[in-house]
């Protein structure tokens, strides 16, 4: 069998390891923030070995992945399936702004995980949910922009997203606000209404 179109059920210890880590990786990260993540005192933590958490994350990055990856889930099925404006049954216009002001909050949310992940190497932003926001967005915007070069236009509205350049401006030496951020977006998408 094909382990990738098979993959394997995890084992019920492992599902509990799992847990017990993400359990003691959140409750260090809410009580220090992501500088205090360090991968000895999570498994510590959580009653397991280091290599342990090794082997089923890889790094702190990967660990960080995995602290954001329920919350990122919510998110996915909220623009794709959930009520209007930000899922279906609203105009392709109102449904980007919906989602890329949706998109600040949710970066804001964990602003510290997704810097931690998305700089662990040059190209880690992408793949995996940028490749999901990004095909969302193209879809969207062919239909609001018919003609448009679609995927361009959307790697240039998820690029000020970034949560490197996202907390450079919320945190740097001119503070801008979530709600600013969201405004200059808005800004931008005045021309799909054109």
């Known amino acids: 069998m094909d382990a990738v179109t098979n993959p394997r059920p995890e084992r019920m210890d492992a599902a509990r ?5 993400l359990a003691a990786a959140a409750d260090i990260v809410a009580a220090r923030g992501v500088e205090g993540l360090a991968m000895a005192e999570v498994a510590a933590a959580a ?3 280091v290599g342990t958490l090794y082997r089923r ?3 702190r990055s990967g660990l960080a992945y995995a602290l954001i990856d329920e919350r ?3 998110f996915q099925a909220a623009f794709i399936e959930g009520p209007p404006p930000l899922g279906p049954g609203a105009d ?3 449904r980007i702004r919906a989602f890329l002001h949706a998109l600040v909050d949710r970066t804001v949310e964990q602003l510290d995980l997704l810097l931690m992940a998305e700089t662990a190497s040059p190209l880690a932003r992408f793949g ?5 926001y990004h095909a969302h967005l193209s879809l969207l915007v062919t239909r609001a922009r018919p003609g448009a070069d679609a995927p361009v236009l959307a790697d240039a509205l998820l690029a000020p997203l970034a949560a490197p350049l996202l907390a450079h ?3 740097g030496s001119r503070p801008v606000t979530p709600e600013r951020v969201k405004a200059a977006l808005d800004d931008l998408l005045a021309t799909f209404r054109a």
């Open 128 to 132: 995996g949910a940028y490749d999901a």
């Open 57 to 59: 994350f890889g790094d």
């Open 169 to 171: 401006r919320l945190r």
């Open 72 to 74: 990122e889930r919510e």
């Open 47 to 49: 009653g397991v070995g």
């Open 92 to 94: 392709a216009p109102a």
């Open 17 to 21: 390891n799992r847990m017990k880590i």
